[in-house]
């Protein structure tokens, strides 16, 4: 028993009653992932803050949250885009939990009634990834948004100052289009290797595997015939 609830105080015992009634209230929580289902889009998480618990002697303990199951995380979207990223055990979230029961809406879509009745349960969580605690934190560009890995390595970055956009990987980039590709700049810098495959047209002329160049009408023993294919 909470020892203000014999004050004779009527101020006091309601706040001790609100404050009661507050503890049943879950709006958010850090957890970690536990599992994750990337086709029906649900983690598993485990809250990082432990409940509070009085004991019969009146003194109070820590209480491990249960797991929360079949959280449906949260990918930013609209319009019918979405940006995805892997979702591992392990990985810091939060969980915001919703006010009503989301059970009939989250097997059903669209209006749905409530299942149950309860109120800020944490049986209707959404997972956000991903916060960090400070052991997990790195060091974030002030300069420019970026999507990267966590160790910076692999990166996209748009930089609004410059109005440039660097695209960084130590490993190998690829584009697949079922149309063109088009570049447009001033000037287009190849730097290393280039290897080609299929036809090369320049100003018009194809000048890949099969082109030839023509023979010279002033060479000294009269015209001679075009070049033959590269080799």
């Not at 060091?139 to 930089?159: C, H, P, Y």
């Amino acid at each position: 028993m909470d020892r203000r609830e014999r004050y004779p105080d009527a101020e006091e015992a309601m706040r001790v009653a609100l404050e009661g009634h507050q503890t049943r209230i879950w709006t958010a929580l850090p957890a970690i992932v536990q599992t994750f289902d990337p086709v029906r889009m649900v983690a598993d998480v485990q809250p990082t803050i432990t409940g509070i618990i009085r004991n019969p002697d009146g003194t109070f303990g820590e209480l491990q949250l249960p797991l929360l199951g079949d959280c449906p995380v949260v990918f930013p979207g609209g319009g019918g885009v979405t940006l995805t990223f892997p979702i591992n055990p392990g990985d810091e979230v939060l969980v915001v939990f919703a006010s009503r029961c989301i059970d009939a809406w989250w097997q059903l879509g669209g209006v749905q009634g409530q299942a149950e009745q309860r109120m800020h349960d944490l049986s209707d969580g959404f997972v956000l990834p991903q916060v960090r605690s400070q052991p997990r934190r790195f060091t974030v560009s002030t300069a420019a948004a970026q999507l990267r890995t966590d160790d910076g390595a692999v990166l996209i970055e748009l930089n609004p100052d410059t109005q440039g956009v660097r695209v960084v990987t130590p490993g190998s980039a690829e584009v697949q289009a079922g149309g063109s590709i088009e570049l447009q700049a001033p000037t287009i810098r190849l730097l290393g290797n280039v290897e080609h495959t299929g036809t090369f047209v320049s100003n018009g002329k194809n000048i890949g595997s099969t082109h030839t160049h023509a023979g010279s009408p002033t060479a000294p023993t009269g015209p001679v015939s075009n070049t033959g294919t590269p080799v």
